[in-house]
């Protein structure tokens, strides 16, 4: 009889914790954050970075730009001239968000440019023309191809360790002296499609971002020696005027890896690298509304 008196406290404990252990829910953990596209660089030239469910589909201004990757993440890309103001909806198994995003202003520089060789402004023989097409060739094929990666999540390396020398989307006007009559050739060129270095002949250039390799060309027409690494998300950076190319197409790499050297090759006016960054719609096969974004906003992301 002591001993069952003894045992009462002990039985009504273990029934009471059993009891907490089937009716009371396991405390919550963290609540996973909204999905959302309010985050990376909200500037003109910019990319947004998103989160939220993966297949997720991203419209912005009623356009799907994006889908979610299996880890519930998306990049668009945002154009020189986007609105300061943007809509962007998120649309998932019959579920829409959407938010209204504020966008930073450009304020670009103009310049006079001066290529040392003024045949890489004004071509004058069949053979440069046909150097051109095949050169267009092979970047339309490498801008067609996609994989699957990280895109700029795990943030970005800086290609070379040089000072800036020329901004993303600078307006530029060629002069030069045209070879067979002497005369000024004053021509306007396209806004500055990347992000230049003042990097000299032979300097080690590291992968900004782990990828794969569309292209690599020692003799693309304006470009010079050429990589084109996509690194996920239809991100696309295009490295230009190479001295030596160290890949070829299909190797992957990863961030910080040496890929080649920089030089002066194709339209240039010195030794540099010029680093550009396209953004490409994975979510269509048509490639015309594709566009460049700017490597500086790149280089801030955290």
Not at 153 to 172: E, T, Y
Not at 220 to 229: M, P, V
Request: aromatic share 6%.
């Amino acid at each position: 009889m002591a001993l069952l008196k003894m045992l009462a406290p002990l039985a009504v404990a273990l029934s009471l914790s059993a009891h907490a252990q089937t009716d009371t829910p396991p405390p919550s953990s963290k609540p996973d954050l909204p999905p959302s596209c309010s985050s990376g660089a909200l500037k003109q030239g910019g990319l947004l970075l998103c989160h939220g469910e993966p297949g997720t589909l991203v419209r912005l201004d009623g356009m799907v730009v994006a889908k979610f990757d299996k880890k519930g993440r998306a990049s668009v890309g945002l154009r020189t001239t986007t609105p300061k103001q943007i809509a962007v909806t998120l649309d998932h198994q019959g579920e829409t968000l959407s938010e209204i995003l504020t966008i930073d202003v450009r304020h670009d520089e103009t310049s006079k440019i001066y290529p040392q060789d003024c045949d890489k402004v004004s071509p004058r023989t069949k053979e440069q023309i046909e150097h051109i097409r095949r050169s267009s060739v092979k970047k339309v094929a490498a801008f067609k191809e996609f994989h699957t990666g990280d895109g700029f999540f795990k943030g970005v390396v800086r290609p070379v360790p040089q000072a800036d020398s020329s901004p993303f989307n600078k307006l530029r006007e060629y002069i030069c002296k045209d070879k067979d009559t002497g005369k000024t050739v004053s021509k306007p060129g396209s806004p500055h499609g990347g992000h230049d270095f003042r990097s000299p002949t032979g300097t080690p250039l590291a992968a900004p971002a782990g990828g794969v390799v569309l292209l690599a060309d020692p003799d693309l027409y304006f470009e010079g020696g050429a990589i084109f690494l996509d690194h996920g998300m239809g991100l696309v950076s295009v490295f230009m005027h190479m001295s030596e190319i160290d890949v070829k197409a299909g190797d992957v790499v990863n961030a910080g890896d040496i890929i080649g050297k920089t030089g002066n090759t194709g339209r240039t006016t010195g030794p540099h690298l010029h680093w550009s960054v396209k953004w490409r719609n994975t979510t269509t096969d048509n490639r015309s509304g594709d566009f460049y974004i700017d490597p500086a906003l790149i280089m801030a992301l955290e």
